[in-house]
């Protein structure tokens, strides 16, 4: 007893001992107490400061899993310690020891929270991801780190092995807390089209309560059952996304898709179509520059930068073709005619210009101006006087023609084009040229512009699928061309300085028009039945456009500006090398090889990819000519026509990366296209007159067929018109949706004519009471 107490009032007598004791006395007593207790007291201290160090890890990690330690990232890595650096505006990363030491979350499989549990801080539910199988890379899976966590420094890669970055790994998956509200459910997929669209060309998904935009039928918001406007949304390709109807299969319109499947307060469905179209013809770009890539001619793709318009012949063309083929035009031949009105501030510019040629070149030619306005010969002639002495320049006087035998609303183009008549006669058949060049009072002319003539006149009588050669490039914009040297083909008139032979002029006598409806070159291109000759254009413009008070530019437009755009050439005259490059055969080959293999590029990723690659490379886009506005605006490019194709081929530069990009029409690019990509005419077609007045619909569906609006371009031409109707009047151009057609209404300027068009797009629905249209109908 006594002993026990005393143990225990002992205990206490000692916690209250005076703090004086030495060491030894306080290690006395407390041996008293427990035997051996040093060493106990110890463990526990250890024990004490392992459990705050535990504490700590773990409420650290509880405050990175919250995203409050702006300096760490947990997004799962393999146990690896994430640092994130101070940059793109995050802060620096924490470079305490515990941030450096402290692992992220091991990656392990995510177990969903139980019904009522995981509601504490240190739950974590992880989203939906695919998980990739047993040894494959793919993005970790984060998932809340248990309390204790063993102490991890970053493994070494090990050998052999590549650490992959976030980029080639993807995006982490992101661990939300059990109390944040789950994110909405994806909506459900597309449906399935009904049975009506089924057994069309392409697939069709349905969509309800969404509409797409814009019509796709130009000028036309007529609506038809759903099969009929899938089969136009069809047709029209590029130009719709898909159908909108009213109800789900009724009331339905092809539309363009902007917006595209927007939210419908109406109700509507919408039906959007996914074609084959480009199929696996389209090859993905390869990047690189392709080196033994040429130009016809031998021309590198990036042989000078923008700028260099001044030309030096390439260093790379074979020395022994250095010399032109052909003999350049001797003296006395060829006469130069500038076409004058009555603008002598304009006269007295293009005078200047010609003035500036070499002797050696003006000595070749004879020069004349012709002038067609009597009222004012007199102060034209005043302008051309002082040039007398050192050009010897002839003046044409067109008599004033008679009053028409009817009237004419183009009564403006009708005095330009029996302006050109005259001249022409005045040049062949009456002074006995070989050759004529004509040339605007509105153009001024580079330093190498008679040169240039006299170098490509023997391709006119070398080569019969010639007909012309021309200053103009239609294309010729600063920033796009720079390679001077460089000459092609076009099977499309560029005028604006141009040259002919006399054998040309004979053919064309007999047939030039009365009333061109929309001028006189117009009627070259399509009525003169000169197609598919064509004319030898240059790279960089030979003459450049400054009148702004014309018939067709005026101050301010959109056309004088464009004009004001164009480049000049600076090439010095002898520069050119051989031409033998542009003979028929030779050119069509190289076009072939040039093109060969290319990887196509859809219209629709043209902007975005070209402008990706470099000057030396090249690629190719397949169009039609109801596309070809919209991708001539995005490369900045002449819209209205496909303005120097040769056989449908457009070759041009992309404006920002240089890009060489040839644009190849569907339905001409035979030798360039693979067969999936080509337009064909339907095989089961039939072509038919309709009647005065009617539409191609009404025609088509008295025949129990239907009208395709594509079809109609391949007989958007003179000699199909030629084969179904008499045209009396010839074949001219013409701006509508009714053409082709014949105007059979004699009050008409263009009476007895049948017209053709190369701006506006033919559809099936469009009718003139004054016309009668040629028509194509295919199977329903």
Request: glycine share 10%; with cysteine; proline share 10%.
């Amino acid at each position: 007893m006594t002993s026990s107490g005393s143990g225990r009032r002992g205990k206490v007598s000692m916690r209250r001992a005076p703090a004086k004791r030495g060491r030894g006395q306080r290690e006395a007593a407390v041996e008293s107490v427990l035997p051996g207790g040093g060493f106990v007291l110890a463990l526990l201290a250890i024990a004490g400061i392992g459990l705050l160090g535990c504490l700590a890890v773990y409420f650290h990690l509880q405050r990175v899993e919250k995203g409050r330690f702006p300096g760490f990232s947990s997004d799962g890595g393999g146990g690896l310690l994430h640092l994130r650096g101070g940059t793109g505006g995050h802060p620096g990363p924490d470079h305490s020891p515990l941030a450096q030491l402290t692992p992220a979350p091991l990656p392990a499989k995510p177990v969903p929270a139980a019904s009522g549990q995981g509601a504490g801080p240190a739950a974590a539910r992880v989203l939906p991801a695919a998980v990739p199988p047993r040894g494959a890379a793919g993005p970790a899976v984060a998932q809340q780190a248990p309390a204790r966590v063993p102490v991890q420094l970053p493994p070494a890669t090990p050998p052999g092995l590549q650490r992959l970055t976030a980029a080639q790994v993807g995006p982490p998956v992101v661990a939300v807390p059990a109390h944040a509200p789950l994110p909405p459910p994806a909506p459900a997929p597309p449906g399935l089209a009904p049975p009506a669209l089924a057994g069309l060309r392409c697939d069709w998904r349905q969509h309800n309560a969404k509409y797409l935009g814009e019509f796709a039928e130009a000028g036309s918001s007529r609506e038809y059952d759903l099969r009929e406007a899938g089969q136009r949304c069809e047709d029209l390709e590029d130009q719709c996304a898909g159908v909108t109807c009213a109800t789900q299969t009724s009331r339905c319109s092809p539309r363009r898709g902007t917006p595209f499947l927007a939210a419908s307060p109406d109700s509507e469905v919408s039906y959007t179509k996914s074609c084959k179209g480009l199929g696996p013809a389209f090859l993905p770009p390869t990047g690189g520059v392709i080196s033994n890539k040429r130009f016809p001619g031998g021309f590198r793709l990036a042989q000078a930068l923008p700028g260099g318009v001044t030309g030096s012949p390439d260093a790379t063309l074979d020395q022994a073709s250095a010399q032109a083929t052909f003999p350049p035009l001797g003296f006395g031949r060829a006469v130069l005619v500038v076409i004058a009105h009555n603008q002598p501030e304009c006269l007295q510019k293009c005078l200047d210009s010609i003035a500036g040629q070499p002797r050696s070149d003006l000595d070749v030619f004879k020069l004349a101006v012709s002038l067609d306005d009597p009222d004012s010969f007199q102060k034209m002639e005043a302008v051309i006087q002082p040039y007398q002495s050192t050009l010897a320049i002839q003046v044409w006087h067109k008599p004033a023609s008679q009053a028409p035998a009817r009237q004419t609303s183009a009564k403006t183009v009708t005095k330009i084009s029996e302006h050109f008549r005259f001249a022409l006669t005045e040049s062949f058949d009456i002074r006995g040229f070989e050759y004529a060049i004509f040339l605007e009072n509105d153009l001024t002319v580079s330093a190498d512009f008679l040169w240039y003539f006299r170098a490509t006149a023997p391709l006119l009588e070398q080569d019969p699928t010639l007909f012309c050669v021309s200053a103009w490039n239609d294309n010729g914009f600063r920033g796009v061309v720079w390679n001077a040297q460089r000459l092609f083909r076009t099977d499309y008139f560029p005028g604006l300085g141009w040259m002919i032979h006399k054998n040309t002029w004979a053919s064309l006598r007999s047939k030039w028009p009365r009333f061109p409806s929309t001028g006189w070159d117009h009627w070259l291109r399509h009525g003169s039945g000169l197609r598919p000759r064509e004319c030898v254009v240059p790279e960089v413009p030979r003459t450049h456009h400054f009148g702004t008070h014309g018939t067709n530019v005026h101050k301010g437009s959109q056309l004088a500006r464009t004009l004001e755009n164009m480049e000049l050439s600076r090439l010095e005259p002898g520069k050119l090398g051989s031409l033998s490059y542009l003979l028929n055969d030779s050119y069509a080959a190289s076009i072939r090889e040039f093109l060969r293999g290319e990887p196509l590029m859809p219209l629709s990723q043209v902007e975005r990819l070209a402008a990706q690659r470099g000057p030396g490379e090249l690629v190719v886009v397949p169009y039609t000519r109801e596309t070809y506005k919209d991708v001539a605006k995005r490369l900045q490019i002449s819209g209205a026509q496909p303005r120097t194709a040769h056989r449908g081929i457009v070759i041009t530069r992309h404006p920002q990366s240089h890009t060489v990009i040839a644009l190849v029409d569907r339905r001409h690019g035979e030798d360039v296209l693979p067969e999936q990509e080509l337009w064909r005419p339907h095989p089961q077609r039939q072509v038919s007159k309709a009647q005065p007045g009617e539409s191609c619909d009404g025609l088509c569906l008295r025949l129990g067929k239907r009208c395709q609006d594509r079809e109609l371009e391949f007989v958007n031409n003179c000699e199909a018109m030629q084969r179904e109707f008499p045209c009396e009047d010839g074949c001219g151009h013409q701006v509508g949706q009714e053409i082709p057609a014949y105007v059979h209404d004699r009050s008409r300027d263009t009476a007895l004519q049948c017209l053709v068009t190369d701006d506006a797009i033919p559809t099936c629905g469009a009718h003139v009471p004054v016309t009668t249209r040629l028509c194509v109908c295919v199977p329903p």
